[in-house]
């Protein structure tokens, strides 16, 4: 249960909290939220002061529907605020929310140190020779087609062997060609709908089959919010409640908006574990 980041081994049988920084205008819960990058390092220092383990940066939305956008205006969005938090916080490990190879190469020539890929390859050729010269972790996500199509691409035989077989062909893929440090996402709200997410999330133990280490996103999505007829702004007490879950089905990272209060939940499962 340990990934090798930045010369150093992240141990993750405590699990670790991933902070979200989306950089776009059009994200379906912080979209637009920062005006500035004096805002996103004020940001960036609260997650820290919380408790992050890892900052997860993000300039292409991939909510159900979202506007397809150049490879030029993807790092435009980032590359800028890559730099400032890099001088800034320099100990601070960082991943890049990125499917393309060309995003992740000059991603992590200015120093990012993990590749988090919605697609596990499949949108990029290239992408896992790239991760294999660089030596870095890469966390492979299930999905199906695009952010513009996954919508529609909800029609699973049966949905958690579908997934198992994914991952097992693209852990395969990447342990072909040298990659050792692997993290799966089963991919909430990705080409799922809330029944399977909800399903999905019931049977997260199967994945742990895989032997490599499992992050989860299930941060004020669709499935909490709906399920709970709210609205997005108050769906925090929903993730707390479905994060506990995830954790105990084996997640070792969580991905999320609200640091704090993810961290005090890997607290209280400590505890429980220890116990």
Known sequence: MTINCKGELLDLSIPKVMG???LTPDS??????????NEVLRQVEKNIH????ILDIGAYSTRPGADDISENEELKRQSSILKQ???EFPDIIISIDTFRSRVAKESLDRGAHIINDISAGKLDGK???????????????HMRGTPQTMK????????????VFYFSERIGEARSKGINDLIIDPGFGFAKNINQNFELLNHLKVLKNLDVPMLTGLSRKSMIYKTLSI????ALNGTTALNMVALMNGSSILRVHDVLEAKQCVTLYQELKEN
């Open 20 to 22: 979200v920084l989306n």
């Open 28 to 37: 379906f819960y912080d979209g637009g939220k920062f005006k500035n990058e």
């Open 50 to 53: 919380e408790g992050m383990d």
């Open 85 to 87: 938090v890099k001088k």
């Open 127 to 141: 992408m896992m020779d790239l991760i294999a010269e660089y030596e870095v972790p890469y966390i492979m996500m």
């Open 152 to 163: 529609q691409l909800t029609d699973y035989q049966n949905l958690v062997k579908e997934v």
């Open 231 to 234: 609205e997005v702004k108050d």
